[in-house]
């Protein structure tokens, strides 16, 4: 039923006035409230300084104790610095919460360790058809032509492709230039050189590695794979292995170029890993600011 005007009008009337007689007490509240708690302490591990951004969440849950997001980052972060006490403490009061989200921030740092050990390989490994093979955009030339390291990505998914000849292949990557996107480039690439055209299904939405691992993953599935091989440049991988399990994909392979792959062998230093949390709470849709 649809209200008569001047009923309408008496109604946003009254609702702006309760809103303006109200305005400076929630002012007030939402200085120091959840919200902008929230978006302190993200901007705080985002800067590097996850001491600051955990004293914010501190700040945050005793205001809003099942504030199930902040306990989910608060135990995030906590593995990060190293506190496994305060990262169990989050996580046991998250399961309380909503136990759904524990089980996936537990799994989400298990995905960083799992990216962590993970070393750059050069080394095409064999695949079946359940087993399908990821390889990740780099940016593009001004004119829509690759560059020398996604050229590279692409040699090291030839060869894995030949490794895995039933294998289905996504490449994923937005971000185009004079009208062609990354992963239109690269099927172009690949078909080009031998790869049949039915193989190469083209992700081409994806702007940044978390976008890549929550589209390329669903892509995998509706192609019938159960598994991935990634590939892409050594400093990436990584935080692509993790991003791509956290996303739901059970990664069984991680291929790299031979582009300074010596330089990537040791595990990374914990500010290294940095990135690596931060795009993991992303895939796992943790937000930026609310």
């Known amino acids: ?4 005007r ?3 009008d008496l109604f946003v009337a009254a609702t702006a006035a309760a809103l303006l007689t109200g305005s400076a007490a929630a002012t007030a509240t939402a200085a120091n409230g959840p919200a902008p708690l929230y978006n302190s302490a993200q901007s705080h591990f985002v800067g590097g300084d996850a001491a600051a951004g955990l004293a914010d969440l501190h700040n945050l849950l005793a205001k809003a104790p099942d504030d199930a997001q902040a306990l989910a980052l608060q135990g995030i972060w906590s593995d990060y610095t190293g506190d496994v006490a305060a990262r169990e403490a989050a996580f046991n009061r998250l399961a309380a919460v909503n136990p759904g989200m524990a089980q996936g921030a537990r799994n989400l740092i298990g995905a960083i360790g799992a990216a962590v050990g993970t070393l750059p390989n050069p080394v095409p490994a064999l695949a079946g058809p359940q087993t399908g093979i990821v390889v990740l955009g780099y940016g593009l030339l001004p004119d829509g032509s690759m560059r020398p390291e996604l050229v590279n990505r692409l ?9 895995a000849p039933m ?6 990557g937005g971000n185009p230039q004079n009208g062609v996107p990354e992963a239109n480039a690269m099927a172009s690439w690949l ?3 031998g790869v049949p055209a039915g193989r190469v299904h083209v992700e081409n939405r994806a702007n940044s590695t978390v976008q890549n691992a929550l589209f390329s993953s669903q892509m995998l599935r509706d192609a019938g794979a159960t598994s991935a091989i990634l590939v892409t440049s050594p400093n990436h991988i990584r935080r692509s292995v993790a991003d791509f399990i956290v996303a739901g994909t059970r990664v069984v392979g991680a291929t790299t170029s031979l582009d300074d792959i010596i330089t990537q062998l040791p595990p990374p230093s914990k500010q290294d890993q940095l990135g690596i949390y931060l795009d993991a709470t992303r895939t796992f849709l943790l937000p930026a600011t609310r």
């Not at 039923?1 to 008569?4: F, G, H, I, K, Q």
């Not at 040699?155 to 490794?163: D, E, G, K, N, V």
């Not at 294998?167 to 994923?172: A, E, F, G, K, N």
């Open 1 to 4: 039923m649809t209200l008569p």
């Open 6 to 8: 001047r009923v309408t």
């Open 155 to 163: 040699t090291a998914a030839w060869l894995q492709s030949i490794a």
């Open 167 to 172: 294998s289905p292949i996504v490449v994923t």
């Open 191 to 193: 078909i080009g050189h």
